[in-house]
T-cell receptor, first 114, second 113 residues
């Protein structure tokens, strides 16, 4: 059973640029969520995708957007990067049906905005 | 809105000593509760979870947690800490209808030899 894989592991971008982060869900999972973890803080929910549609969103501006593909992999896009976007971005996948089974987290992408 | 508090920012214990990490949550009903561990630069690893039933939950690596509804708490315990347990520990809650987790701010555990 494969886990959740994220790419790249580290990334440095300049303020104002755009970035795309990628996530491959665990086999058999149909839902993916993205979290932002600033240094020294707990993860904050960005949004979730289920069946290729956004299925819930946290308190993040529209310049944070995402996609989920038919194979349940996902992308997180951030436009007009700001210094405060520097963080560890975590992807989590889950199987959602009539029950909740829990999330599996990836190791994250460390984004540094300079 | 739901919230999770972890009152201890940093705890230091000696190897072999017992450990208790505190977690309190605010939520109207019985939530789904989780403890995750994060080593430096790594993602989150699930230690244990509580959905319903027995309020004492066993997890991996010798950890356990007890759900106390009257205190809105879900404290994590380990009888004998190992040096490899040094990490950041996060308590999280997921409500029964929403799709996201709310995480606490984390407790950093240091282990003295």
């Amino acid at each position: 059973e494969t886990g959740v894989t994220q790419s790249p592991t580290h990334l440095i971008k300049t303020r104002g640029q755009q970035v795309t982060l990628r996530c491959s869900s665990q086999s058999g999972h149909n839902t993916v969520s993205w979290y932002q973890q600033a240094l020294g803080q707990g993860p904050q929910f960005i949004f979730q995708y289920y069946r290729e549609e956004e299925n819930g969103r946290g308190n993040f501006p529209p310049r944070f957007s995402g996609l989920q593909f038919p194979n349940y992999s996902s992308e997180l896009n951030v436009n007009a990067l700001e210094l405060d976007d520097s963080a560890l971005y975590l992807c989590a996948s889950s199987l959602v049906d009539d029950r909740f089974y829990g999330y599996t987290f990836g190791s994250g992408t460390r984004l540094t905005v300079v | 809105a739901q919230s999770v508090t972890q009152p201890d920012i940093h705890i230091t214990v000696s190897e072999g000593a017992s450990l208790e990490l505190r977690c309190n949550y605010s939520y109207g009903a019985t939530p789904y509760l989780f403890w995750y561990v994060q080593s430096p630069g790594q993602g989150l690893q699930l230690l244990l979870k509580y959905f319903s039933g027995d309020t004492l939950v066993q997890g991996i690596k010798g950890f356990e947690a007890e759900f106390k509804r009257s205190q809105s708490s879900f404290n994590l315990r380990k009888p004998s800490v190992h040096w490899s347990d040094a990490a950041e520990y996060f308590c999280a809650v997921k409500d029964n209808y929403g799709q996201n987790f709310v995480f606490g701010p984390g407790t950093r555990l240091s282990v003295l030899p």
